[in-house]
Each structure stands twice: as C-alpha cells, then as structure tokens.
C-alpha cells in the first residue's frame, strides 16, 4: 500500500512516503528564520512520483508547525 505520514510540531514536521514498498524520509526543524531541512531530500529521490513529490512541496506542515507555536505562546 501507497501512503504518506506526516508528524508535526511546534519544532518541525517529519514526512514519510512509501511507494511501492521503498520507504523515504524528510525531515524539517523549525528555525528563526522559518524551516529548514535537516534529513533526507524528496527532490532527488526518482523514484516518488511527480504529482506526489508536487503534494509533498506544498507549505501545509509549515503552516500547521506555525499554528502549534502560535498555540504555545
């Protein structure tokens, strides 16, 4: 089975996508400048599938990891 999961909070997101079995990572932390990228990189992996690599670039976590530290302050 296909899936994407994704954890979020206020430090960072961590996605995971497997795709046809292979498993990949990213990892993003949280800085005072935004995000940065701290493990793995999507973009480079050929074997994610364009329209899903499209989904995964999208700034959702980034948003949702800002609306957690907004919470926390």
Do not use: R
Not at 31 to 58: C, K, M, Q, R
């Amino acid at each position: 089975m296909n899936k994407i999961k994704l954890e979020i909070t206020s430090e960072g997101w961590e996605t995971t996508v497997i795709i046809n079995g292979k498993e990949f990572k990213e990892k993003h932390i949280a800085t005072v400048f935004g995000s940065e990228g701290a493990e793995g990189d999507f973009e480079s992996e050929e074997d994610i599938p364009e329209e899903v690599y499209d989904a995964l670039n999208s700034f959702f976590p980034f948003e949702c990891m800002q609306a957690l530290q907004n919470v926390e302050s």
